[in-house]
């Protein structure tokens, strides 16, 4: 499968990462990692893109890394379009002070306007 | 990230716990602040009764969690020191029909309310949620927030009337805001024109 990964640098994010490499090193998926800036995360894009080298460095996973300009769930439903994605995996947002899940902007805009499959990691 | 914005006037009067009233079904409840008029202990073996029994389809958000170790691990959460809470209790039974938990978030609290599906429509609700309010006030809880679906037209209809207002409905959920002007004596003067 050709899987599109969007990280932002979000907590939930940065978590959807991890498991997914994880899941990639056994399944042997095609994986893509597309960064994008998040004003939630308070991280640039270059810092977002450091830490997912440092974790597939880890990993041992190999992945194409991109960047993703201007609104990011528009940008990763239309990079997932054109180059024909299987499947956009993403952060299933984060817990409110009493345990409410909360799916994030960009988690939302995906669900909503993706023709393709959409996972949100929890 | 935390920026809502809250309705400039602060609410006026909410009764506080603990006090009695009897819903549209003639059925009496009581309304009881956990720690003042019901321990900890007690509280937590009322409210997992009640939400072991909680029809999931009435959940919001993921809240509350099925199955009683995950009821129990919430609780323990929602029930902490910090916390505000106000359990309605059915007379007749002793048992917890409503809850209304307030978690702090930075100097804002996060509002949930549930009430059980046999003890809904009676107009529990509102005085459960009235109440709460009160208790809030008690305890010097100003900003309150809460999320809804936005489908949930009851609900939405529910926190208006208590004089919360829509502060994001950009998103899945509503955001609704309310100020119970608590802090009134000086900790939060920035919006106070006198």
Known sequence: ?122 | MNSREYPDEPRGQFPAPPREFVDRRQRSVRVLGVGPHVDRNQATEMLVEMYNAFDPADRAQGIPPTGESAIRDWLGRVLEEDCENVVAVARESEAAVGHVTLVPDGDEHELAIFVIQSHQDAGIGTELLRTALGHGVARDVDRVWLTVERWNSQAVSLYQKMGFETSDSGSFELEMCLRLGASENGVDQTESTG
Do not use: C, W
Request: glycine share 14%; aromatic share 2%.
């Open chain 1, 1 to 122: 499968m050709n899987l599109l990964l969007g990280v932002g640098g979000t907590d939930d994010g940065i978590r959807a990462m991890e498991r997914t490499l994880d899941r990639v090193d056994e399944t042997d998926d095609d994986l893509t990692i597309a960064v994008f800036e998040n004003t939630a995360s308070g991280l640039t894009v270059d810092e977002v893109v450091d830490r997912v080298d440092d974790n597939l460095t880890t990993a041992g996973v190999k992945a194409s890394v991109r960047r993703v300009e201007g609104h990011p769930g528009s940008g990763l439903v239309e990079l997932a379009e054109r180059e024909g994605f299987d499947r956009i995996v993403l952060g299933g947002g984060e817990r409110s002070p009493m345990g409410k899940v909360q799916v994030g902007s960009v988690g939302q805009y995906v669900v909503m306007n993706a023709p393709m499959t959409v996972t949100l990691v929890r």
